[in-house]
């Protein structure tokens, strides 16, 4: 599976922005969906994740409450809501697919797309 994550920006803290990332190739149904980012000088940390018919997620304390995904499997799409942004959200964003639960370890997600970076000015 190939993925495509887009959507970053510039946002004033406060603000909202929402992240999609889109995968090409069969099965995407299958594929748990993992949102992680990486600041500037950071090691990359887990978002959150949806499991593969939407039923099921996992946010990181730092999300719960402001962020929310969602999924299309029509579309072969998922999303990232983020609300009440604030300066210490920015980073890069990076979707991931895996097969092995909605975790937060990398290494479940052994598919990654390319970033997006979203940046909150405060």
């Known amino acids: 599976v190939q993925l495509q994550a887009s959507g970053g920006g510039l946002v004033q803290a406060g603000g909202s922005l929402r992240l999609s990332c889109a995968a090409s190739?069969?099965?995407?149904?299958?594929?748990?969906i993992g949102w992680f980012r990486q600041a500037l000088g950071k090691e990359r940390e887990f978002v959150g994740a949806i499991s593969g018919s939407g039923g099921s997620r996992n946010y990181a304390d730092s999300a719960k409450g402001r962020f929310t995904i969602s999924r299309d499997n029509a579309k072969n799409t998922v999303y990232l809501q983020m609300n009440s942004l604030k300066p210490e959200d920015t980073a890069v964003y990076y979707c991931a697919a895996g097969a092995r639960g909605i975790g937060a370890s990398t290494s479940l997600y052994p598919y990654w797309g390319q970033g997006t970076l979203v940046t909150v000015s405060s």
């Open positions: 190739g069969s099965t995407f149904n299958y594929y748990v």
